[in-house]
């Protein structure tokens, strides 16, 4: 195989071939995707957080069973715990330098995130259907 | 610059350390850099708030109680306040932050006129909103 003499990538990573197979940037994408959605989604949280204020329970129910009410505040929390995460994970991966407190707390954060997220969705669906 | 011995024993300078923020003039982008990470880590300990709230909603009045009592204490009233910000704050942060992906607003003063809208956006809108709520209550 010819090699360009000026490459930078060593002999073993020439041999190995393994390369970004174009998912390197997955994670700053992911981050900016979550990030465009949320911007209406959290404008559209606040703005049902508001129309509740001073409502009894019975009518906060009701206003969160509206299918749109619900659908927004469903892809929120989707889109809040995916960016969450990954933002997290930056900060972990920046801040925890021991391999295994680094390992243990990304674990701890895919975790959290994961129940927090099917937590919340769980409970607006069953305010939505019950 | 102190010395230090490497493995073999042979005495060899440190090695230089990359700048780190104590060496720097606090900047408004630095200190913007560093609110939009916080108040990023705030709203991941704050979901636990939305999820008190959605449970006790979706569990039934006396639950709901509950939780209204604690939103509407003094405590409660301030890290709502808290949360509406750091929610506003970091939204804004990260729309400053897709202008700067894109490659605009980087040069001198646009990024300093940038990162002080956003701040100034960010305390509007909270302040905004909170205004409409005791409007509306």
């Not at chain 1, 959290?42 to 206003?63: C, E, H, L, P, Q």
């Not at chain 2, 729309?95 to 809208?117: M, S």
Request: charged letters at 15%; aromatic letters at 12%; glycine letters at 8%.
């Amino acid at each position: 195989m010819a090699r360009n003499p000026q490459s930078m990538r060593s002999s073993l990573a020439v041999v190995r071939g393994l390369g970004s197979a174009r998912s390197g940037t997955s994670e700053f994408w992911h981050q900016r995707l979550t990030g465009i959605a949320l911007v209406p989604l959290t404008i559209a949280f606040v703005w049902i957080i508001v129309s509740m204020i001073g409502k009894d329970y019975n009518t906060m129910r009701r206003i969160l069973a509206n299918p749109l009410a619900a659908i927004l505040l469903l892809l929120f929390i989707l889109s809040g715990i995916h960016h969450m995460q990954i933002g997290m994970r930056v900060i972990i991966e920046d801040y925890i330098h021991r391999e295994g407190a680094k390992i243990a707390a990304l674990i701890a954060n895919a975790f959290f995130a994961v129940l927090v997220g099917f937590v919340a969705l769980f409970a607006v669906l069953k305010i939505c259907f019950s | 610059m102190t010395d230090v011995k490497a493995n073999g024993g042979t005495l060899l300078r440190a090695r230089p350390l990359s700048p780190h923020l104590s060496v720097y003039r606090w900047t408004l982008t630095m200190a913007m850099s560093i609110a939009h990470r916080l108040t990023g880590a705030a709203l991941y300990a704050g979901t636990l708030l939305l999820v008190w709230w959605l449970v006790a909603l979706a569990t039934d009045a006396g639950a709901y109680e509950t939780f209204a009592r604690f939103i509407g204490s003094i405590l409660g009233r301030v890290i709502l306040f808290g949360f509406t910000w750091a929610l506003f704050h970091h939204m804004f942060g990260g729309i400053r932050h897709f202008v700067w992906d894109v490659g605009r607003g980087l040069d001198h003063p646009a990024r300093e006129w940038i990162t002080a809208l956003s701040l100034v956006a960010g305390l509007a809108l909270t302040i905004l909103v909170w205004i409409i709520a005791f409007l509306i209550r």
